[in-house]
């Protein structure tokens, strides 16, 4: 039974914390109002649990990107991975209960600086809403929601990736590109396996 509980219950972050964050703060807009702790009938926004496999979220991020074949025990060794580094990863989803179905999700993830004062910054990641249910204002909310929970973690900004056409939505919410210092660079590794 202890197994069976830990599987169906177990959130990587304090639930409770979302029911702290204060939408009235956010410049977004929402008609209808919604927010974390009212998201609408049949909807609810929480931390990512280790049961969400079971709910669709491997195959919900499949519509951001590739994700590849990832096993029930490679997502719980992840999530033990992410639970293990405490305040720093904040995987946030939306559920259609009625479903039992992740219907929307994103990540914040809070990096540890020594510069400002030993600050520390959010990043704002995999930003997906189901395909189905998007235009619900739920995109909106799941990135209002990271935004809040940064803001009350004492992040000092928050940044976030994005291909060009994505960019007119950003700004809606609030993103800037910054004049001379919004450039984007990587190097792309080859897959190689040392763990
Ligand atoms: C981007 C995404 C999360 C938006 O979700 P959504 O639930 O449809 O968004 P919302 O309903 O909250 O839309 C909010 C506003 O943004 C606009 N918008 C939505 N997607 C947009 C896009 N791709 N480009 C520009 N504007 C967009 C909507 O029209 C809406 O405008 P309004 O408030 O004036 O009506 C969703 O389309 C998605 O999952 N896309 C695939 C994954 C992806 O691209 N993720 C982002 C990676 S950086």
């Known amino acids: 039974m202890g197994q069976h509980t830990e599987v169906e219950s177990r959130p990587l972050y304090d639930p409770d914390l979302l029911k702290r964050l204060d939408f ?3 410049t977004t807009k929402f008609e209808p109002l919604i927010s974390a702790s009212q998201p609408g009938d049949g ?32 997502f719980f060794k992840r999530f033990e991975a ?8 904040y995987v946030t989803v939306i559920e259609d209960t009625q479903k039992s179905k992740i219907i929307g999700a ?17 990043r704002l990641e995999d930003v997906v809403v189901s395909d189905e ?18 803001k ?24 800037k590109l910054e004049p001379g210092n919004s450039n984007y660079m990587q190097i792309r590794f080859e897959k190689t396996c040392h763990l």
Do not use: W
């Open 133 to 150: 249910y998007r235009g619900k204002q739920l995109g909106k909310l799941i990135i209002t929601t990271i935004m809040l929970l940064a």
């Open 43 to 74: 909807l609810l926004v929480r931390p990512l649990c280790s049961s969400d496999y079971d709910k669709g979220f491997i195959q919900l991020l499949g519509q951001l990107t590739k994700v590849g074949e990832v096993t029930q025990e490679q």
């Open 106 to 122: 994103a990540t914040l993830v809070v990096e540890q600086k020594f510069i400002h004062d030993c600050a520390v910054r959010g």
């Open 82 to 89: 992410m639970k293990t580094c405490p305040n720093t990863y």
């Open 24 to 26: 009235s703060e956010s």
């Open 152 to 175: 009350y973690l004492n992040c000092y900004k928050i940044t976030l990736d994005c291909n060009d056409k994505m960019i007119p939505f950003y700004s809606t919410l609030g993103y």
